[in-house]
């Protein structure tokens, strides 16, 4: 029961996952479903958490129903963020900037639509090598003075940058160190003249022998000459990647929600299968219940309630399917999301809205604005709720329709007095 009670809480506080749910079920592959579901939940929580803004998680979530999720995750050296979505706008990209979880690493995370990889490389490459992190010689003056005839080195110094620096101009090396693509895997890039690549290379034997002198149980990573492709390649990153390296406050905040792995990936799967099953007021059941005098009617525009709604869309916990929708008139920090059984949800209006129905004498199950159930003994009956919600926009649209009726009715005139001598 509290498994279910907390995989219910989860799933509530991911808000608007039917777009984004739509663009998942593209994939064949349960695994990319996972991680792709993994962020998706992630934001969604830290948005629960009011560490993040909901219109962060609404533009990534429709990028991922834009794409499929069929994307690529890269580390952006420091960028300012609408100069970054400028450039890759103008480039034609479809792309997705995401929240930077951690403010001190000084790289950003964007996903690039797979389709566009090609075309978002060569912008890549200019950014990337226009940012270098500084050396004796500027990433220019080295190729002229080498006539290109550079290399790029790979060493686990990563915590070290100032003893290179200093070592390297001590030997006459002349390098200039390029932006870590990756920080936290430990390694820096180095473009180094070719004429000196051996002296680098034999700086590293001696400092990895004079290390296993001091400490013999120290573990010591090769130094290695790589391509630029390959140097470019190391920006490439997950989304399980992303999390781990997000700042301790967003670490905190996620490890209230923590589950056993596997678990949110079989969730969606659940409700993968629960939104394609989705009903249409077509359906017998819809008649059977529209006829129940023991049930009231309800009509949930998808754009207003669902789209517009903290924690609206299909659910799926372990103790059942779920629909949640936003209650009318309810906003900001007085908001409350009505929750139903979703095989009583029906689709009408090709999909603009939703139509559900409530037993008139009991309470259905509400959220606050937090995602947390409101107390049974404190919630309305479902005739009350129609009553006091719903019902009232309903009336709000007739009374409406009243008043243009009598603007465009033309008005009769009476008919004149006959005159008479």
Known sequence: MENDREMQNIMMNMRGAGAAMRGMFLFNNAAAVGTVMLLNTFIRRMVSKKLLKPGEAKDLESFIAKTGGAYQIYNIPAIDQEKLKEELTASGLQFSILPDLNKNDGIIQVAIDTKDKDRFMPWFERHVLSNLKGGEKKRYDLENLTNGNVSI???????????????FSNLGINYTILPDLNVGDGEIQIMVANADVSKAQHWYKV???NLIKSDPEAQIGDMKVIGQEQYLDTARTDERAYIENAATKYQEA???FERPPGELEMATA?????QSKTRTTADIEYENLKNNINYVEISINHKTLVEESSFGGFKETQAGSLF????????GDSEQTLVVDADNVFLADDGITYVTFLERDKAPIVLDQDGKPIAS???ESGQSIFNNHYDIVNRKFKDKSKVLDKTIKPVKMPTPPKLTK
């Not at 790979?154 to 070592?167: A, C, G, H, K, R």
């Not at 659940?270 to 629960?274: D, G, I, K, P, Q």
């Not at 949640?324 to 906003?331: C, D, K, L």
């Open 254 to 256: 996620n490890k209230e």
């Open 270 to 274: 659940r409700m993968a299968a629960t």
């Open 153 to 167: 080195i790979s060493i686990p110094f990563e915590d070290q940058v100032t003893l290179v620096q200093d070592d």
């Open 377 to 379: 003994k404190l919630r």
């Open 207 to 209: 400092y990895s022998e």
């Open 324 to 331: 949640a929708s936003r209650i009318p008139g309810t906003w």
